[in-house]
């Protein structure tokens, strides 16, 4: 009997909840509406997303980077995320609306935790994938970051972070593997933040862009992001001390501009991009040199294993695919069952 009362006093008070958040929302709506009636608002201007909070956005205008305009959202609107562009009218109160979203070029998209896909940021150009000589730059794992970033249409870019710890014995296969992704038509940089080395190559290639950073944890990413934006030092240290309580998957995205032009769009669940779950047809079409030879093959449904007539297969007799990369979608493939 106590269980039940208790089960009813708790369905009451989720409706009373949810009835005040339906009500707030509601008065929010319709606060916006008399203000764009009452034309309180100033004109209509482009803006971009720099980090949202719940129903509230910060709001940046791209003639004065830097500068940050807290906005409501109308609720017509779907969600935005972190580098979104928008349409915006200013308010008298400093408190603007965002009243249109502008088409997003590109979007990173995660399951959330009751498993629907939602995007997390919009509009970047470049994944930056970090790897290292320490941990070990391991030829599965930035295949696979390389599926995701294919499957999102976004083109990544391979950078080898602390090249002052090659030595005579790691020199050799990461300059081979390095090269391996150069022929596959990436773009590859090395630098060492420890050192300063490679920093200007960095800046010239992010410049005019906007990128993520991502990668396995103790590559660098936090050391990058410190020389690359040397004021923003403290947000990054937040950052890593959210993921340590496990808490990067709610933590909104921020985005941040480098001194020298571009934008970074950083956030601890962000820098796991690549290690989300990712769908087996979005594999093949990964692996850029294996990505046409399907259509090649005998069997419309082959499974490139040991068919007869596989393109695949063949071009591996033929030297035309490494054995590494083929072996590389092989296990990510055969991975995803885990997943
Ligand atoms: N030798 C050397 N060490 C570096 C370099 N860059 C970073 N490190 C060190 O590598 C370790 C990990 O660096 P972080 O910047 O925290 O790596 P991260 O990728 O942000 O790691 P997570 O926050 O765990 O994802 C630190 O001890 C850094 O001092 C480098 O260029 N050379
Ligand atoms: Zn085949």
Same mark, same amino acid.
């Given at each position: 009997?106590?269980?039940r009362? +208790? %089960?009813?006093?708790?369905a009451?008070?989720?409706?009373?909840?949810?009835?005040?958040?339906a009500?707030? &929302?509601k008065?929010r709506?319709?606060?916006?509406?008399d203000?764009?009636?009452t034309?309180?608002?100033?004109?209509?201007? @482009?803006?971009?997303?720099? !980090?949202?909070?719940?129903?509230?956005?910060?709001?940046?205008?791209?003639?004065?980077?830097?500068?940050?305009?807290?906005? *409501?959202?109308?609720?017509?609107?779907?969600? +935005?995320?972190?580098?979104?562009?928008?349409?915006?009218?200013?308010g008298?109160?400093? $408190?603007?609306?965002?009243? !249109?979203?502008?088409?997003?070029?590109?979007?990173?998209?995660?399951?959330?935790?009751?498993?629907?896909?939602?995007?997390?940021?919009?509009?970047?150009?470049?994944?930056?994938?970090?790897?290292?000589?320490?941990?070990?730059?391991?030829p %599965? =794992? $930035?295949?696979r970051? +390389?599926?995701?970033a294919?499957?999102?249409?976004?083109?990544?870019?391979?950078?080898?972070?602390?090249?002052?710890?090659?030595?005579? @014995?790691?020199?050799?296969?990461?300059?081979?593997?390095?090269?391996?992704?150069?022929?596959?038509?990436y773009?590859?940089?090395? !630098?060492?933040?420890?050192?300063? *080395?490679?920093?200007?190559?960095?800046?010239?290639?992010?410049?005019?862009?906007t990128?993520?950073?991502?990668?396995?944890?103790?590559v660098?990413?936090?050391?990058?992001? %410190?020389?690359?934006?040397?004021?923003?030092d &403290?947000?990054?240290?937040?950052?890593?001390?959210q993921?340590?309580?496990?808490? *990067?998957t709610?933590?909104? &995205?921020k =985005?941040f501009h480098?001194p020298?032009?571009?934008?970074?769009?950083?956030?601890?669940?962000?820098?796991?991009?690549g290690?989300?779950?990712?769908d087996?047809?979005?594999?093949i079409?990964?692996?850029r040199?294996?990505?046409n030879l399907?259509?090649?093959?005998?069997?419309?449904?082959?499974?490139?294993?040991q068919e007869?007539?596989?393109?695949?297969?063949e &071009?591996?007799?033929?030297?035309? $695919? +490494?054995p590494?990369?083929?072996?590389?979608?092989? *296990? $990510?493939?055969?991975?995803?069952?885990e997943d």
């Open positions: 009997m106590a269980k009362k +208790l %089960n009813r006093r708790q009451w008070r989720i409706q009373k909840i949810q009835g005040e958040r009500e707030r &929302a008065r709506e319709s606060k916006i509406q203000q764009l009636n034309s309180e608002l100033g004109p209509e201007e @482009e803006g971009v997303v720099i !980090a949202h909070y719940g129903i509230q956005l910060d709001i940046e205008r791209p003639s004065e980077p830097g500068s940050l305009y807290r906005c *409501h959202l109308r609720a017509n609107l779907p969600a +935005l995320v972190t580098g979104d562009r928008i349409i915006w009218r200013p008298k109160d400093d $408190i603007g609306v965002v009243v !249109a979203q502008l088409p997003r070029t590109s979007e990173l998209c995660r399951p959330d935790n009751h498993g629907r896909i939602k995007p997390v940021a919009a509009n970047i150009d470049y994944i930056v994938l970090v790897v290292a000589p320490v941990p070990r730059a391991h %599965n =794992l $930035i295949d970051y +390389l599926v995701a294919e499957a999102v249409d976004i083109e990544p870019v391979l950078l080898l972070n602390k090249t002052d710890l090659l030595n005579d @014995e790691n020199r050799q296969h990461l300059d081979a593997l390095m090269q391996v992704y150069r022929d596959l038509g773009k590859v940089l090395t !630098a060492s933040t420890k050192l300063e *080395h490679g920093l200007d190559d960095i800046k010239a290639l992010l410049k005019d862009h990128s993520v950073f991502v990668g396995q944890s103790g660098g990413k936090s050391s990058l992001v %410190n020389v690359l934006l040397p004021d923003v &403290a947000k990054v240290g937040d950052l890593s001390e993921t340590g309580k496990g808490t *990067h709610t933590t909104s &995205a =985005l480098f020298e032009g571009g934008s970074l769009i950083d956030s601890p669940g962000i820098r796991e991009f290690l989300w779950h990712m087996p047809e979005d594999v079409n990964g692996f040199e294996l990505r399907p259509g090649y093959c005998r069997f419309r449904d082959c499974r490139h294993e007869p007539g596989c393109a695949l297969l &071009a591996l007799k033929k030297g035309e $695919i +490494l590494a990369r083929m072996n590389s979608y092989r *296990h $990510i493939l055969s991975s995803l069952d």
